[in-house]
């Protein structure tokens, strides 16, 4: 093997190098978790996107229902009617109130606990429940 052939090699490896350092990146970006195998890049997807992508699916479902029970309480007619959209609408505020309690469950916060009581007995002013939700958006979130 000539020099020239060798330099060419090394120059097509290199290339090929930066290539691959692309392609995982890209997949990084896109929570896939890459290995080699072979020469080959083998991608899933992250596995802790895959079950905060669960949640979300299960709090839209969640949210979904209720805001279905407060447009069936407005188009129905009557004192029922009245009553189911008043109960919708107690509903959604508990919903809406005990967010950051929620997420910071979803997000398996170490201080979900303390972000509960924080926010059960904090959560009526506006300061105390805003504080809850950042609260249970930070910190790192408990690998399981």
Known sequence: ???AEL?????QAAEEDKVVASLESQFAAHKFSTHRSNGVI????DALAVQRAAKTKEN???LAVVALAAVAGVFHFGIGGQAL??????LMGICLYFLPATTAVNRR?????AIFVMNLL?????????MALVWAYTGKPVQS
Do not use: E, Y
């Open 60 to 62: 839209l479902q969640v």
């Open 85 to 90: 959209f008043g109960w919708a609408i107690i």
């Open 1 to 3: 093997m000539t020099t």
């Open 122 to 130: 904090l959560g009526w002013t506006l300061i105390g429940w805003v």
């Open 109 to 113: 916060n170490p201080n979900a606990l």
């Open 7 to 11: 330099r060419a090699l090394m120059k």
């Open 42 to 45: 083998v991608a899933r997807p």
